[in-house]
């Protein structure tokens, strides 16, 4: 899934605010902050000469002021900042579900990202980077399982278009998150040795642990070597 679009339109918006004159209410309150207008903050989290524990705390503190103020100054410039993890982490999105375009997907990871700044909790210094992706991925992963589930159900309540297909991974993802055990492991097997997903690349579809897909891939190939034996 391409995600270039995406920068473009968070961008725009922080230079529509900038444009705007939009200040930054509370900036004075974080010495990391103050002396610092909205283009110098995020050129340092760009600066390689930066150390990642320096540029986690500027996201710590700029996600800060973003809860304490409604302000769209902050948030622009949340998402902007952001920016670059964001492309990044739209890597781990293997597919999208029929009806579900990049711009919905685009809208979709820019709304989990706001939600996530505000409600989640602060982790420990050096990891507000860290947590703010994984919740973003894993909320959206979510949403596009959802979709996918709820084409799947769909399509068996109705036959009026025996031509149109799910995408294979689509089906299987939702026979994982069934519940029933064979073709679960069915679907597992599927997706590992066919359609190569990694083990993380599961989890993070499913919004569980990659630990838990390894226990389950085990037990799905040993039930297959029971069969097998039979």
């Known amino acids: 899934m391409l995600f270039t679009t ?3 339109l968070i961008n725009k918006s922080f230079e529509d605010e900038l444009e705007r004159g939009s200040d930054l209410p509370g900036r ?6 103050e002396h610092l207008d909205a283009r110098a903050i995020v050129a340092a989290m760009r600066d390689p000469e930066r150390s990642l524990d320096d540029q986690d705390a500027i996201l710590t503190a700029v996600v800060r002021r973003y809860r304490k103020t409604r302000a769209s100054a902050w948030s622009a410039l949340l998402l902007e900042i952001l920016s670059p993890a964001l492309v990044e982490s739209s890597i781990r ?8 375009d990049e711009e919905d997907v685009q809208q979709q990871v820019i709304v989990e990202t706001l939600h996530a700044a505000r409600f989640m909790r602060i982790p420990q210094p050096g990891f507000t980077l860290y947590d703010l992706t994984e919740t973003i991925v894993k909320r959206t992963a ?4 959802h979709a996918a589930r709820t084409e799947c159900e769909s399509l068996e309540q109705s036959e009026e278009e025996p031509g149109k297909r799910l995408d294979p991974d689509e089906v299987f993802l939702a026979e994982l998150a069934s519940g029933d055990a064979q073709r ?14 990694t083990a993380r690349e599961i989890a993070i579809e499913l919004g569980v642990s990659m630990e838990a897909i390894l226990n389950w891939r085990r037990r799905a190939r040993r039930h297959l070597n029971q069969l097998l034996a039979a």
């Not at 979510?142 to 399982?145: A, G, P, T």
């Not at 679960?184 to 997903?197: E, I, N, P, Q």
């Open 6 to 8: 995406l920068s473009r």
């Open 28 to 33: 004075d309150e974080e010495p990391l902050l």
């Open 93 to 100: 999105f293997p597919y999208a579900p029929r009806g579900v």
């Open 142 to 145: 979510r949403m596009l399982l």
């Open 184 to 197: 679960a492991d069915v679907a597992l097997l599927y997706l590992s040795k066919v359609r190569r997903l």
